[in-house]
């Protein structure tokens, strides 16, 4: 990390003091409520899309989207569509495509990582093994397009395809980048922002899209899932040292254990250095890792401000997140999709 | 295999006699010369779209790519396109995408199958590991699409995201029918039309459509995409057993240790049951393969005429492709497609 960095902590600080990190969680119920019936359509659309005459492909499948998650991708681009007045529906078709895509990304990244749970689930590529895994991917991203041709908005197909290639860019980003302590917080930044906040930024302006929007309306909701996509990811690694395995449905030390660099990790290493280097070289750039050292690693977090910090960082993109809604009148869509923004840096999971 | 298969095998053998397994070696010299400013747009395309500044992507895509290959199905596209007489060039873009789509599956495959050897080098995921190649897979996939919806054609980007779709459940299902030696022909042409033939068509279809071909024409080259992909796939399941791995670029035998349901196992099996039903059962169904059982395996395909029989079946497919040729009027571009008809299935590599 850069002075640079650093200079940016403690201006956010200045700014907007200490988060406080025991705040009312936000939620989402508003959102959930309003897009309802567009939510069935959406759902029945990816439980038709995800059948196949060869029977592991809809069981790997449903393992995954029945267990559910909290579909905020699909929600986001359901949510920016209705705040554009759409009269259409193109936007169902989107949203089940980018829950596809979402799915094919979590079945990928879980043969990458080796990851055991998902979702409070055993991971599918433990039951139906890895080359399962690998090719149900494939096949969920191809009705993804399936389902974007079917809209025939090759604008919508743009964003969309353009977001998955920088998704799978960003995920090599990252796996190259692992075990580097010494990463800058801006690399950090653009490494989640093409893993994470692409799809959430593509989701909102695909909606957008699909309700014939403003250039500038268009922009704005771009913008919003961008920062909403960076709020929610740094939130997640924050939740990946606080959070437990019940509440996040995952491992909680996962992140630690498989080296990532993450923006707790690199603020709790730059701040510790002198008194905690060796622990850093050994436990993360060593990749030696003993029993205790995940609970050495979180103590460390506390004790530098690591994750309070994180966590502010967090509730800046979420502001900025909101901010870009300022083009659109109140509406209740408006007012959710704010909401929708609180909770990605209050939730617990 | 059914009794019906194996009539199927013997009204071949009646109406076309035993194929010459010597006979001269056709070649794509023709189509290679025809194509060739075609084809140094459409490498310039590959290329440029493998291009990412995360530097392991380009370098693990080139490896696989500068490998080369046959190109066969970029050509197949640019072939149909001209045969249609296409007045535009989204036949380039087109033929990138159909070979990214291409590697993508390899790169997986390779993972899927843990092969150690690809296009005559060590296989990608053994250089840069598993996960890279999966990822890498996805970011061509994902170039792919962007490249199609350059073409503004919405019906390309349909042909091929559903041969996408269907690929990918031929390679799950071939994957759920290892080791089953009792596999019917039928469902054997039913898999291979799937994860092989699939994108032949795709590819030489999608030529036809961006041609503004008329319908019938736009079928015909489908459909001979089709045949070709069967009879292609088929000679590759025979010298999978009959060629040596400096020809082939990869190993000999994989597909018996892998225990795939093949045209020459199954009719080998089917027809040495009573003789070496125990040895089919040990070796593929229950995995238990020993030093010298690829070598008997080989023996007893010859015995038995499996590998002759298969290669006649190819033969058949590769007529009937040619056969779907006649709505066209002669061309050196329909000769050219013709000799590639006569290729797929006189090559020893």
Redesign the interface.
């Known amino acids: 990390m850069d002075t640079a960095d650093i200079d940016k902590i403690r201006a956010w600080e200045k700014i907007r003091g200490r988060p406080d990190t025991q705040s009312p969680v936000a939620d989402v119920n508003d959102l959930v409520r309003l897009s309802a019936a567009d939510m069935d359509d959406v759902n029945a659309l990816i439980r038709d899309r995800m059948q ?6 809809p069981a790997l499948a449903d393992h995954l989207i029945a267990a559910g998650g909290k579909r905020l991708r699909p929600l986001l681009c359901v949510a920016a569509a209705r705040l554009c007045d759409t009269s259409n529906t193109h936007h169902h078709n989107l949203s089940a495509a980018v829950e596809f895509i979402h799915t ?2 979590l079945l ?1 990244d879980d ?3 080796s990851s055991n749970l998902r979702r409070g689930k055993v991971a599918a590529h433990l039951i139906w093994g ?3 895994s ?6 969920l ?3 993804a ?2 389902l ?2 079917e809209t ?1 908005s ?1 604008e919508a ?2 964003i969309l ?2 977001a ?2 920088v ?3 960003g ?3 990252q ?2 980048k692992a075990f580097d302590i010494n990463l800058s917080i801006d690399t950090y930044i653009e490494i989640i922002s093409a893993k994470t906040a692409a799809l959430f930024a593509a989701a909102s302006e695909s909606g957008a899209v699909s309700a014939k929007a403003t250039p500038e309306q268009r922009e704005a909701l771009r913008r919003y899932g961008l920062y909403l996509g960076l709020a929610f990811q740094i939130q997640d690694d924050a939740l990946d040292y606080t959070g437990s395995a019940a509440d996040l449905g995952k491992n909680a030390g996962d992140d630690f254990a498989e080296g990532k660099a993450t923006l707790p990790l690199l603020l709790a290493v730059q701040r510790s250095k002198d008194t905690h280097g060796d622990f850093w070289h050994r436990a993360v750039s060593l990749r030696q890792q003993a029993d205790g050292d995940l609970h050495t690693a979180q103590q460390i977090m506390k004790d530098t401000d690591a994750l309070v910090d994180s966590i502010a960082m967090a509730r800046d993109y979420a502001a900025q997140a909101k901010a870009c809604l300022s083009v659109f009148k109140s509406s209740a869509w408006k007012t959710a999709l704010e909401n929708l923004a609180d909770y990605s840096v209050t939730r617990q999971k």
């Open positions: 196949s005459d060869v029977a592991i492909i094919a990304t990928h043969v990458v990582d890895a080359p399962s690998v090719l149900v991917g494939d096949f991203f191809s009705r397009f399936e974007m041709v025939g090759l197909l743009g395809s353009k998955s290639a998704i799978a860019e995920e090599v980003w796996l190259t």
